[in-house]
Each structure stands twice: as structure tokens, then as C-alpha cells.
């Protein structure tokens, strides 16, 4: 398997997050996290069907040059919307729980919500 | 004809939004789903013959978004929209407000579209939007305990979807295209190494959506939680969990070349005994019933990553029988939560005595579920042991006999005098009348067992009378067993506080998943 610089990038970027995800108390930091994962898998998308000195794929381009493959930035903008979505969901929802349990850690949310 | 099945459901859903307090509109709601019910028995007999594809946008195959029924997706377009049926009934005097019937209907217009769907990025989608509309529907009551539990629910699922999205990404990087049936062709063909990275991270997601061994923590949380109307957990544990094994099904053909199937039957077995570990120490009528599915859940990955026909085929009616008693147990749990107005196991008495109609549903999917003979249960569990060898076989015997005892345990709200007087309150008769289909359903699937399979499946397996009885041998033997073990050991086990205290945190499920994701590589690595 070739892995190129940006395709290495991405899965270290990937797992960086992950292992933020492991490792932070605070709900909001996991939050974070699972949105720099998203990033992580946006690039790794916008990555293929690219070599450089590719066109953009972006209005009229004249035949004799070759355009970076459209599917993959298309897609990307449904997955950066969805994103953006669930991230301002799990956002409310901390407020929400911030509100009725006073707890911004997963530690304190989990003992809250044994009571 | 196939974007139907989605557009019906949302269709419901935005008039039930606006109209969520009359009875005609809910009326008229029901109407609509015992149409999308026949339709997708339409479909069902169309499918018995041929494939049905739909492009949207009527782009050429592989090049736009293809949706596609084939005889075993139509199976489960069949059992979604019949259970959705059922909770549309159950719910039909409930006094939710028109966000609740929205995201119940837009949930089964998704679930749906996971079924048919053929293209990857589409299943992502499908797959992170009913995460959301699940979460929410969990806090539904806003209190602290299913806060908590919806947030971990959202949050987990949107890890493994990253997962999964970036296994998609591999995908189309070695492919070019993003239908599976294209990209099928196309890794046909592939070196196998190449394979590895995205089957793991795909697989990871999806057994996490599955709640196999070690990734199952969400699942009790989602589906026991007390906050969540009874019909939401009804739908996630009898429905919502299939769609997972579905996929599992699709992504394992997909990937045929590495898949390890011997390290899925090994975990499925795992997921089973700890399943019914977690099941016979609760105390909570609902978490009982969760951790019971991640039990069966266990038996029926086991039988199809087991190589034999009858184990496949008994997994797919397994699948199928499990919707039904899990969705009768926790309706009716929902009705007698109402009735107590507790939801503790040592409580509860006399459910037999104070509503018999509801006592004769729980004892016909208990016996269901335990697989006693002329039950369903007992149908699909004889062809998921009657294709497995020896130790197989073995753990499967053990799983059932788990399963026996903890619903030994469980039937004890059936009888004595309640400690608490019950609410005298008349019970619903629509919520009656649909539990006790969902508990018919159960003994009729056990009577003509072998003929649904021939006909839902188009599988022809025959019910060999000697290992029939032998079956019901081994049932009997293990239930006396299960009852003998339940009141020497377990009943009054001080282990019993010490099991239901385990719990893993938000961040002790991230590194289970990483765990799992590193496992498989390996595995896949040194076996494929």
C-alpha cells in the first residue's frame, strides 16, 4: 500500500484526536475532539483524485486540462454540514446538562446522573 | 417506487408536527403506516422474483444514488414498518407533542433508507442523522439520568461514524466509486493488504453500532434508559439494532476477500455470555431487557459468522423473532411501569393477578425468547445449533440456558401479592391490543416456523422431527437446570450488586473502541 504525505497526515491527525477523546475529562474538549476527527477524514477525502498541479474543479475549465475528481469535494460539503449539525446538537446538550446537573466533566455528569 | 418507502414515513411524520394533538390526524397516521405495511409486502412478492432498482435522478447505475430491494432487504422494509405499526397503535392515546411523533416517523423513514440504500456515503448520512433524532427522542424527558445517557448515545455513535466515514473514504480512494455493488466488483480484484485498513475501520463502527463484546456499554444506557418512553426503547431494541446487523451482513459481502469470520463467532459468542452476565444482575425491568438483547445480539452474530446454511438462515428468523418478543416485552414493560409506578424487579408482583391480559403477552414472549418447543424462538434457535459443531453448539446451549435463567428471574413479576398497591387506572386498550398481536405473533411463528423461513427467506430448510425432540430435550433439561441454578445460586447472590456496578465512562468506551480497531487489524492482518 502507498500512503502519500497527506493520506499519512490525516490518519496521524485521525488518531491524535482519538487519543484526545481517551484522554480529556472535560465534555467540551471531547467535543472538540470528535469535530478535529471530522477534520482528519474531510482532508483525507479532499486528498484523493488529487496530484499536484491539478485544476480545481471550479467553473469552465478548457478540456486540455485535468481537474482534481469533483465527487469527493461534493460529498465533503454534506459531511461538513451534517458535522456542523450534530456538533451543534451535542452542544446544546451540554448546555443542557450543564444547566440540570451543574457538570461540565463526564465524571461528575455520570455521578450526577446516578442520584 | 423505492423513494416511497422513505418519503411515506416523513410525509407522516411532518403532518403528525402539525398536528399532533388530534385523534383524527393520528388516525390517519395509523391508515397510512397499514398501507406502507401492504406496500412493502408488494414489494416483498416483486422482490421473490427480481431485484428492484431505483436511480434517483435517473443518473446511469453506480454513477448516482441507487436505491435497491432485494429479498432480503424487503424482508426488513417488511418488519420495520410493521413494528413502527404496532408502537403507532401502542401510542395512539399517549400525549406526546408533535416533536415526538416527528422523530419517531422521520426515525423509521431512515431506518428504511438504510435498508435500501446501496451507496456508502448515503448509508453515512442515513446512519448520522437517526443517531440524532435517537438522542433526542432518549432525553425526551429531560431529566438528569437520560441526559446523560442520550449525550454518551450521540456522542459514541458520531465516533464510529467518524470511523466508518473514513473507512468510506479508503473505499473510494481504491475503487472510484461509492456503490457498493460497483466497489465490489472493483475489490474483487484488489491485492488483499490493501484491504485491511478500511475493513477495520469500517467494521469497528459497525460492530459498535451492534454492541458487540467490548463495545456494547452504550446499549443498556439507549435502550434501558428510564427517562425514554417505553415505544422509543420498543423500536431501538427490537429494530434499530437490526439495521446494524444488516449492515454488518452488507460489509462483511463487501469484504469478503479478508473478513475473519472465526474471530466474529468467537466475539459473538463472548457478546452472548457476557450479555446474559449483565442481564441476570440488574434490577431494572428495563435494563434487564436491554442487556438481554446484547445477549441475543451475541447468538446471532455467532450464527452467521457460523459457515452453514441452517446457522444463516436460523440467524436471519432470529433476527426477525427477536424484533417481536424484545418489542412485546418492553411494551408491555412500558404498561406496567405505568401500572406500579416503579420500575424495580423486587417490586413489581402480581402483574398475572392485576392485568391478566398483559401477564398472558410477557409469558408468550418469555417462553419466545427462551426458546421453549412451538414457540418462535425455539425454531430459529434449533437452526442456529443444528448447523454449528461441537464447541459452538456448546456456547450456544449456554447462551440459552443464560437466557433461561435470567428470564426465570425476570417471571417473578408475574406472581405474588405487590408490596405496593397498583394504580387502579383502566389500561389503554389500544396499548392492549398491540402488544397482544406482537405476543400472538410469537406463537404463530413457532407453529409454522419452517414455512415463514421458506417463505421469508426462500430458504428451504426442514424441521428434523429427532433433532426436533432432542431440541426439546435439551430445552427441558437446560430450564430445570436454569430454575435449580436460580434458586441455589443466583437468586440472593451478593455478586449480583457487585456485576450491575460495573460501568464503563464515556472515555473507558473510547478506548474500548480503539481497543477493538487494533484487534481487528491484527487479527485481519495475520488470518485474512
Not at chain 2, 56 to 71: H, K, M
Not at chain 2, 332 to 340: D, L, N, Q, R, V
Not at chain 2, 440 to 459: A, K, R, S
Request: aromatic share 12%.
Amino acid at each position: 500500500m502507498v500512503f502519500d504525505i497527506i493520506e499519512i497526515f490525516s490518519v496521524l491527525m485521525f488518531f491524535i484526536s482519538f487519543y484526545g477523546l481517551i484522554t480529556s475529562k472535560s465534555i467540551i474538549k471531547s467535543v472538540v475532539s470528535i469535530l478535529l476527527m471530522e477534520s482528519a477524514v474531510i482532508m483525507f477525502f479532499l486528498s484523493i483524485g488529487y496530484t499536484s498541479g491539478i485544476m480545481p474543479p471550479i467553473g469552465q475549465n478548457p478540456e486540455t486540462e485535468t481537474v482534481a475528481d469533483p465527487l469527493p469535494q461534493a460529498l465533503m460539503i454534506t459531511a461538513i454540514i451534517i458535522g456542523v449539525a450534530v456538533v451543534a446538537v451535542n452542544l446544546i446538550m451540554l448546555i443542557s446538562l450543564y444547566r440540570q446537573c451543574k457538570a461540565k466533566d463526564w465524571d461528575a455528569a455520570k455521578k450526577k446522573s446516578m442520584e | 417506487m423505492l423513494a416511497y418507502f422513505v418519503i411515506i414515513p416523513i410525509l407522516i411524520a411532518v403532518f403528525l408536527y402539525v398536528f399532533p394533538s388530534s385523534k383524527a390526524g393520528r388516525l390517519i397516521a395509523v391508515i397510512t403506516q397499514t398501507a406502507l405495511v401492504g406496500l412493502a409486502f408488494y414489494l416483498f412478492f416483486i422482490c421473490k422474483s427480481r431485484d428492484v432498482v431505483s436511480n434517483i435522478g435517473n443518473y446511469e447505475s453506480f454513477l448516482g444514488i441507487t436505491l435497491r430491494a432485494d429479498a432480503l432487504s424487503s424482508v426488513f422494509i417488511i418488519l420495520t414498518s410493521f413494528i413502527f405499526l404496532i408502537v403507532a397503535v401502542y401510542t395512539f392515546n399517549e400525549k406526546y407533542n408533535g416533536l415526538f411523533w416527528f422523530l419517531l416517523f422521520i426515525w423509521e423513514g431512515l431506518l428504511i433508507g438504510i435498508f435500501l440504500s446501496r451507496d456508502l456515503f448515503n448509508i453515512f448520512v442515513l446512519v448520522e442523522v437517526t443517531t440524532v433524532a435517537v438522542a433526542v427522542l432518549i432525553m425526551f424527558n429531560r431529566d438528569n439520568r437520560s441526559m446523560y445517557d442520550g449525550m454518551v448515545y450521540l456522542m459514541i455513535n458520531t465516533v464510529a461514524v467518524q470511523f466508518y466515514l473514513f473507512g468510506t473514504g479508503y473505499v473510494y480512494k481504491l475503487t472510484g466509486v461509492l456503490d457498493i455493488d460497483a466497489a465490489a466488483k472493483v475489490l474483487e480484484e484488489l491485492d488483499k493488504s490493501s484491504l485491511i485498513l478500511p475493513y477495520a475501520l469500517i467494521i469497528t463502527a459497525i460492530s459498535l453500532k451492534c454492541a458487540l463484546v467490548p463495545l456494547f456499554s452504550w446499549l443498556p444506557k439507549a435502550h434501558g434508559t428510564p427517562g425514554a418512553p417505553s415505544a422509543v426503547s420498543a423500536i431501538l431494541s427490537g429494530l434499530h439494532i437490526k439495521g446494524a446487523v444488516y449492515l454488518f451482513i452488507q460489509f462483511n459481502d463487501l469484504f469478503k476477500e479478508v473478513v475473519v469470520s472465526e474471530f466474529f463467532l468467537i466475539i459473538g459468542i463472548i457478546t452472548g455470555i457476557v450479555g446474559f452476565i449483565f442481564a441476570m444482575s440488574q434490577k431494572d425491568i428495563k435494563l434487564i431487557l436491554a442487556y438481554s438483547t446484547i445477549s441475543q445480539i451475541g447468538m446471532i452474530i455467532t450464527g452467521l459468522n457460523n459457515d452453514d446454511i441452517y446457522s444463516y438462515t436460523g440467524s436471519l428468523y432470529h433476527i426477525f423473532n427477536h424484533a417481536l418478543f424484545k418489542s412485546a416485552l418492553f411494551l408491555s414493560a412500558g404498561i406496567i411501569i405505568k401500572i406500579y409506578n416503579t420500575r424495580d424487579i423486587y417490586k413489581i408482583r402480581g402483574v398475572l393477578k392485576r392485568s391478566p391480559l398483559i401477564g398472558a403477552v410477557i409469558i408468550m414472549a418469555i417462553l419466545g425468547i427462551i426458546g421453549t418447543p412451538f414457540f418462535n424462538g425455539s425454531v430459529s434457535k434449533y437452526f442456529i445449533f443444528s448447523g454449528t459443531s461441537l464447541p459452538v453448539g456448546g456456547a450456544i446451549l449456554l447462551i440459552n440456558l443464560g437466557t433461561i435463567i435470567t428470564f426465570i428471574r425476570f417471571s417473578s413479576i408475574l406472581f405474588g401479592k405487590p408490596q405496593t398497591e397498583p394504580d387502579p387506572a383502566k389500561t389503554d386498550k389500544c396499548k392492549q391490543a398491540a402488544v397482544l398481536v406482537l405476543g400472538t405473533l410469537c406463537l404463530v411463528g413457532g407453529i409454522l416456523g419452517e414455512q415463514l423461513i421458506e417463505f421469508l427467506f426462500n430458504v428451504k430448510v426442514s424441521v428434523d422431527t429427532a433433532g426436533y425432540l432432542q431440541k426439546s430435550a435439551l430445552f427441558t433439561a437446560s430450564a430445570v437446570g436454569g430454575y435449580l441454578i436460580y434458586k441455589l445460586y443466583i437468586k440472593n447472590s451478593p455478586r449480583l450488586k457487585q456485576v450491575r456496578e460495573i460501568e464503563l465512562s464515556f472515555r473507558g468506551m473510547c478506548v474500548s473502541v480503539g481497543a477493538f480497531f487494533a484487534v481487528v487489524l491484527v487479527v485481519t492482518k495475520l488470518f485474512a
